[in-house]
């Protein structure tokens, strides 16, 4: 807590000092697709691509993950978006395992309600989880899956917005490390709050609450849950060449079955146009 303590007391000193000029003098770019935790429902703009970094360490139980995303929409029709995922992971529970590939996730999203400039936008995902993962050294589900997502986005005022998310994951043959068999199933929800500070500054509270089930032997599971709140900030950096720079720092504490674990969570952003962007 410390440490989120300084870096919002740092952060404003860090983005007043920034050098680089704004892609438009009249208003500058704000922050919008940038989720930690919890998803927001904006799919990338026409002829805009996103690269994001993510990475998260927790102390008690010594896993850490560092997972690299790629958005682009699907011109000419920006209602859709594809997108991968492709994790590193270093289980706790495995200290000899070391780091390696987890299980890579390719991604679809259709901008049902809304957009960037709605009050209300929700953009289903659905997603195929590539068995990529070595379940044997708990870099994986040992098999491949399904997960769907609903995110919600709602803005209440001018410096206030929200978001919500409901999902589940099957892997209908998931494995554990001594190759036993079973269906598991999942669940998730989450919820956040963002105070837009300034355009290109703001401050975040996530929580997510999640179901899991691991398999316990042949055709056997256990169920766990997990209930972390995580205060944030993250702020942008505008250039003229329409790049946007946006880092960002949060701290995941559990609360209820997840009490007593802490740890931090580092993200980067770079959204830049691929194509010139035709005026409206």
Not at 77 to 98: E, V
Request: aromatic content about 12%.
């Amino acid at each position: 807590m410390k440490f989120l303590i300084a870096c919002l007391l740092l952060a404003p000193a860090i983005y007043a000092q920034q050098q680089p000029a704004p892609a438009s003098s009249a208003e500058p770019k704000g922050i919008q697709d940038n989720s930690f935790l919890v998803e927001e429902a904006y799919n990338q703009e026409f002829g805009v691509v996103q690269h994001i970094s993510t990475f998260t360490r927790f102390w008690n139980s010594k896993d850490w993950t560092y997972t690299f995303t790629q958005e682009w929409p699907v011109d000419p029709y920006p209602k859709n978006q594809l997108s991968y995922t492709i994790p590193l992971i270093s289980p706790g529970a495995f200290p000899a395992a070391g780091v390696g590939i987890g299980d890579v996730a390719l991604n679809y999203r259709y901008q049902l309600v809304g957009n960037g400039k709605a009050r209300v936008a929700v953009a289903p995902r659905l997603t195929f989880l590539l068995a990529s993962g070595n379940s044997r050294l708990g870099r994986g589900a040992g098999g491949a899956g399904i997960q769907t997502s609903i995110p919600l986005s709602l803005v209440l005022s001018k410096h206030w917005v929200t978001h919500w998310n409901v999902g589940s994951t099957i892997v209908p043959f998931a494995k554990d490390a001594f190759g036993d068999k079973a269906l598991t199933a999942g669940y998730n929800l989450g919820q956040s709050v963002i105070w837009l500070a300034h355009p290109r500054f703001n401050v975040m509270l996530e929580t997510i609450w999640s179901g899991s089930e691991s398999v316990a032997g042949p055709g056997k599971t256990q169920r766990s849950h997990n209930l972390f709140l995580s205060p944030g900030v993250r702020w942008a950096y505008n250039f003229k060449n329409g790049l946007q720079i946006v880092p960002g720092i949060g701290v995941p504490v559990g609360a209820g079955p997840s009490a007593g674990e802490k740890g931090i969570f580092i993200y980067l952003s770079f959204e830049h146009p691929y194509r010139k962007i035709p005026k409206s």
